[in-house]
């Protein structure tokens, strides 16, 4: 009696353990059903008018695809009149793009009235450009302000521009076109040569519109994506005197060259002192030297009987009575000097 209670409750049991069992499969059954067969997903779809069948949504999960950013690019795009192709949604997902920058695009360029196709924007979008921010600016055009640029006038006065592009997106040229640095650099560009083109820097002042008009004849947006509005200066101001610090840049070169040239004259000039000195002094040793040769001659001549005592007399008294004539004609000062100078004889 009492173990067929036992087995009574064990069978109980079990058959409560293989309920929950039985339950808990079921769950996990219809969710993965739902999973897969997105149901409500599709139900979206047919009562917005779009046409998909349930296996091309399980499909989709199979390809890692999400099949919520198909259908919902499929509904945007109907509900806005357009009519896409939902392989080509697929394509450009499983690309890297971005389906619902591109769809808001197309329905922005359809509302405009621009000529914009689902392969151009794609396009677009992989090429790494946002589309939908390129049909905002060519429906909404977009001001570019440029750094300062500094130019210098004929006259040699500098002056500082800053301008402001507006620039419309120029959807045919967005890919492979330049970008806004492009359009920035050649509008400076055209700047410095308006700017360095006048002849004097009031005339620019007067007219600033003049470098706008020269700039936009240059046609500066050829090649870009953009195309260029107007181009408006919106502030100079005047810098340096450049052809002044010029000048003086280059005075002060040519001082320094011809101070380099008249010390390059001076240290001849010394050298040739002292050489013309040491020469001087070489000539007066010579002159010594052939002084100190007159009393060896005379001595070789007392030797060999070519002179006699009263010839030396005569000549020494001719030797005094010059000294004395120049004693005399000689001024007082350099006379007294002569009478202190002791004899040296």
């Known amino acids: 009696m009492f173990l067929n209670q036992i087995l009574l409750q064990a069978n109980g049991e079990s058959n409560t353990l293989v309920i929950i069992a039985i339950g808990v499969a079921a769950l996990f059954g219809l969710w993965i059903i739902f999973y897969l067969i997105p149901v409500g997903l599709w139900f979206s779809a047919l009562v917005s008018g779009v046409r998909i069948s349930l296996l091309q949504l399980v499909l989709m999960r199979w390809r890692k695809i999400p099949p919520s950013i198909i259908v919902q690019s499929l509904i945007t795009s109907t509900k806005a009149g357009l009519t896409l192709n939902r392989n080509d949604l697929e394509a450009h997902y499983l690309a890297g793009g971005r389906l619902k920058s591109v769809i808001n695009a197309l329905i922005s360029a359809d509302k405009a009235n621009m000529d914009l196709s689902f392969k151009s924007a794609t396009a677009i979008d992989l090429a790494g450009r946002d589309v939908f921010e390129a049909v905002q600016m060519s429906v909404n055009p977009k001001v570019i302000n440029t750094p300062p640029v500094a130019a210098v006038a004929k006259d040699g ?189």
Do not use: C, W
Not at 188 to 194: L, N, R, Y
Not at 215 to 220: F, I
Not at 276 to 297: G, H, S, Y
């Open 157 to 345: 006065i500098q002056l500082i521009a800053k301008a402001r592009v507006t620039v419309r997106a120029n959807i045919k040229q967005l890919v492979g076109g330049a970008g806004e640095d492009t359009v920035i650099a050649r509008v400076g560009e055209g700047v410095v040569s308006a700017i360095g083109s006048a002849l004097s820097h009031k005339q620019v002042l007067e007219n600033p519109d003049s470098i706008s008009r020269v700039v936009l004849e240059k046609g500066l947006d050829s090649g870009t994506a953009f195309e260029i509005l107007s181009i408006d200066i919106a502030d100079i101001d005047v810098g340096k005197n450049i052809g002044a610090v010029l000048q003086m840049d280059q005075a002060n070169a040519d001082k320094n060259i011809a101070q380099a040239k008249a010390e390059e004259r001076r240290a001849m000039a010394v050298a040739l002192e002292q050489e013309m000195k040491a020469r001087a002094q070489e000539a007066r040793a010579n002159v010594i030297q052939a002084e100190a040769e007159i009393p060896k001659a005379i001595a070789e001549a007392f030797r060999s009987g070519n002179l006699g005592i009263m010839d030396y007399y005569k000549f020494e008294n001719i030797k005094a009575d010059t000294k004395m004539r120049d004693s005399i004609s000689a001024p007082p000062e350099q006379g007294n000097r002569r009478k202190d100078k002791p004899d040296n004889k």
